[in-house]
């Protein structure tokens, strides 16, 4: 009997130990890390991980919990920042303008690079279709150029490289794409659902309906 007994408590000393492990080793469930950017209205724009990788939603948001995704970029390296939304009407029709910027730096031996990108997007939220992209990239650049053949003398050059048009929204809700050469003004038509341009410059093609 004594031998039985000992058996059940080895037992059940056992099974409570693995038990015990099991659950020990059970992770939970790993949650997506959200963090907001900006907000406007019904819109929020945020960046959020999901493992190793990162994406930049802008999502509008109805009744309760639910969110419909407006904007969905993933992120390679340069993670948004300063990022705004702008809520405005233009000839009775509801439009966003999401803006942010990216920083990229490229760094050799004797050349560094520092781009500033700015990106600007005119949404209409209600049909989720984006009316105008723009994107303007500035550059600082820092060079060390050699002065002779046998590069015993040089110097160190710094310039700035401007590509793309600077964008800004008026308060009547249209746009100017400028550069050192060209300005344009660009007003919205709502027949059509996109901004004609009267000038030269010249805006990236809007993207369809998700």
Do not use: H
Request: aromatic share 8%.
């Amino acid at each position: 009997m004594k031998q039985y007994a000992i058996l059940a408590v080895s037992l059940l000393f056992t099974v409570g130990m693995y038990s015990q492990k099991k659950k020990a080793g059970k992770a939970p469930a790993a949650k997506n890390q959200s963090t907001v950017l900006a907000k406007a209205d019904d819109l929020t724009a945020e960046l959020i991980k999901n493992k190793n990788q990162q994406v930049f939603y802008v999502f509008r948001n109805e009744k309760g919990a639910k969110k419909d995704t407006l904007l969905v970029k993933p992120i390679d390296k340069n993670v948004p920042a300063e990022c705004k939304i702008t809520s405005f009407k233009v000839k009775d029709t509801p439009l966003c303008c999401i803006s942010w910027t990216e920083k990229n730096i490229t760094e050799t031996k004797n050349k560094n690079e520092e781009a500033l990108s700015t990106f600007s997007e005119i949404w209409e939220p209600g049909t989720k279709t984006q009316i105008l992209s723009n994107v303007q990239t500035t550059t600082k650049i820092k060079e060390i150029v050699f002065l002779d053949k046998g590069q015993n003398a040089s110097e160190t050059q710094e310039r700035m490289r401007r590509e793309g048009f600077e964008f800004t929204l008026t308060n009547e809700g249209d746009v100017i794409l400028k550069n050192k050469s060209q300005e344009s003004r660009m007003t919205y038509n709502p027949t059509d659902k996109k901004y004609v341009n009267s000038g030269s410059a010249s805006a990236a093609p809007a993207k369809k309906k998700r």
